[in-house]
């Protein structure tokens, strides 16, 4: 979430944020699907949320008969009782993990060193364990977009920043109005009236 205009006329096609955009502040960060309709759960939120939950859990369940199909291969290869319990809680684990990994990315964002550093390792994880990921998918878009809690949470970050520095830079409007003109006033006053009096003194 940044504190300036990063995408221009992001929340303006989903008519969120439009006062934030308007002033110059923050944009709204657009989630997967979603765009930034979670903003105020206009644009067809309620029926994107039900579209995910329902895709997610469609391609889960699609997926499981598909690991089905390859495990009745392995029957029929006759490799052994002790491979298939192998394959089988390798699948398990890799998908719990994934399952894991992708709540998490929901509620934080992902250290960058650490990112970068298993970054392979878990494009394998994610890859041999996507039923956990995609059940990850449907068990939040029952509660909100996924990974709105966290976006929600920078964009007022970014907004209470912006309009902090931006009353820094402006001031208090209200106290220059408020101040007193009367000294200013004598000054300009006080001028003529001593310059009679040096006349006067001359004559």
């Not at 439009?18 to 759960?41: D, K, L, M, N, Y």
């Not at 719990?96 to 650490?114: H, I, K, Q, S, Y």
Request: a positive charge.
């Amino acid at each position: 979430m940044s504190d300036e205009q990063t995408t221009p006329g992001g929340p303006e096609r989903n008519g969120a944020g439009r006062g934030a955009a308007g002033q110059g502040g923050p944009e709204p960060e657009e989630i997967r699907f979603f765009g930034t309709t979670w903003v105020r759960h206009d644009g067809g939120y309620a029926l994107r949320r039900a579209g995910v939950a329902i895709g997610s859990l469609a391609l889960a369940a699609a997926g499981a008969v598909v690991l089905r199909f390859a495990f009745q291969g392995l029957e029929v290869a006759d490799v052994g009782a002790f491979v298939g319990v192998l394959v089988v809680v390798g699948f398990a684990i890799c998908s719990a993990l994934a399952f894991r990994r992708t709540w998490d990315g929901f509620t934080r964002r992902p250290d960058p060193a650490a990112e970068s550093a298993a970054d392979k390792s878990a494009q394998s994880l994610m890859l041999i364990g996507f039923i956990g990921s995609l059940l990850a998918y449907f068990c939040r878009s029952l509660v909100e977009a996924p990974g709105e809690k966290l976006r929600r949470a920078e964009y007022a970050t970014a907004r209470e920043r912006h309009e902090r520095r931006r009353g820094a830079r402006t001031g208090n409007p209200a106290a220059k109005k408020n101040r007193p003109q009367g000294g200013s006033q004598n000054r300009s006053q006080g001028r003529p009236q001593g310059r009679q009096q040096r006349g006067k003194k001359r004559g």
